[in-house]
Nanobody, 123 residues
Framework: QVQLVESGGGLVQAGGSLRLSCATS????????MAWFRQAPEKEREFVAH????????YYADSVKDRFTISRGNAENTVHLQMNSLKPEDTAVYYC????????????????WGQGTQVTVSS
């Protein structure tokens, strides 16, 4: 069983930055594609960013493109989300997710989920 634990959330002013981290258990992290999703109050969960198992390919939602960067450290079994130029509409609970082989494709189905970390951006 894989466990995902997010950290790094908090309160930040608009225009500020936060870096989220997702620590994973298990020895097969390097085989997993990883992603971040978010869910704002009374809204559906939405895709934010995805990185493939190698780290060579990344995908972003249009709403965060050029502001957020997803990266992974396979030696540390972690995935990060660097969030810059934050806006109040980025306020949400952010979830880390893992997709094991055979891969479902970015933004699609994921096999493991973390508990989430709250990000609040004040105006």
């Amino acid at each position: 069983q894989v466990q995902l634990v997010e950290s790094g959330g908090g309160l930040v002013q608009a225009g500020g930055s936060l870096r989220l981290s997702c620590a994973t258990s298990g020895r097969t992290f390097s085989n997993y594609a990883m992603a971040w999703f978010r869910q704002a109050p009374e809204k559906e969960r939405e895709f934010v960013a995805h990185i493939d198992w190698s780290g060579a390919n990344t995908y972003y939602a249009d709403s965060v493109k050029d502001r957020f960067t997803i990266s992974r450290g396979n030696a540390e079994n972690t995935v990060h989300l660097q969030m810059n130029s934050l806006k109040p509409e980025d306020t949400a609970v952010y979830y880390c997710a893992a997709d094991r082989p055979p891969y479902s494709g970015y933004g699609s189905e994921y096999d493991y989920w973390g508990q989430g970390t709250q990000v609040t951006v004040s105006s």
